[in-house]
């Protein structure tokens, strides 16, 4: 099977290796199209909290079709579509994952949506819902909206019954979070801090009951102030590549929260609970209420590149390799 090898810190190569045989309770998928995330980068470039040991095949997101099962697995059957979350190893053209975490895809989604939606929709499933306390009606300024985790957001919001300020750094990005269903945009690469601050209060008649923040940065501050009473500013990560120092004080007022949101951990500590949640929002999928993003496609070999781009922010939307 071909499979993107990381040998050493920092980069990584297309290479020829031996076939995967699945395992007692577990299934071999025959990949056919893996989705590359923000932490496959930050696993290859050795700046994640977990480093796996030398070498290790990156890409956690795969989708294709059971080929093969090992002892004491019927389920699901071989031929089944599936979509799994495998840690790592997903970028190749094989991966065996427990059975248990190949979950069955509508016919509706192909395999390259399919591979970029468990980790960016449960994440923002996670958030909003189980963290955050979103209800119908509430106000949601997502940040980072043109990115893969910040268009789930704002479709998931949407499909919560959020109204959602959609902020992003270029005219493709926003209107990719339009299409995504988010009711205002904010430009943040015009607008500074404080000018979306005041947008966002305008806009929500004194303040946002949501802050979605995956970037970090400069503009957490501002967002933070933008929250209206007994607002709840949703932590999720820092693609800008600076965490903030945030001031309690904005905290206190107005009975505001911070909010850590680490789906990951919690994903892994609770499989049968990430697999309920995901067959939630596959419901969705299914029902019309939530359209994932397609994603760009990219073949195997262009893995460095791809999540080079993720790394500096220059994708928009989702990305899939085809092996």
Known sequence: MRAVICEELGSVAVTETKPVEPGPGQVLIAVEAAGVNYVDGLFVQGRYQIKPPLPFVPGGEVAGTVAAAGPGVTEPAVGTRVVAMCGLGGFA??????????????????????ATFVQSYSTAMFALRNRGALTAGETVLVL?????????????????????????????????????GAHELADTSELTPADLKALARHWSDGGVDLVYDPVGGEIAE????????HGRYLVIGFASGTIPALPLNQVLLRNRSLVGVDWGAWSLTGPLRQRALLEELLELVTSGRLDPVAPRTAPLDAAADVMDDLLHRRVVGKVALIP
């Open 93 to 114: 053209s094989q991966v065996a994952v427990p059975a248990t975490a190949a979950v069955p895809i509508p016919d509706r989604l192909d395999a390259a949506r399919a």
């Open 144 to 180: 980072g909206a043109g990115g893969g985790v910040g268009l789930a957001a704002v479709q998931v919001a949407a499909a919560l019954g959020a109204r959602v300020l959609a902020a992003a750094s270029s005219p493709e990005k926003l209107a990719a979070a339009r299409a995504a």
């Open 222 to 229: 501002q967002a933070l102030r933008a929250l209206g009473d």
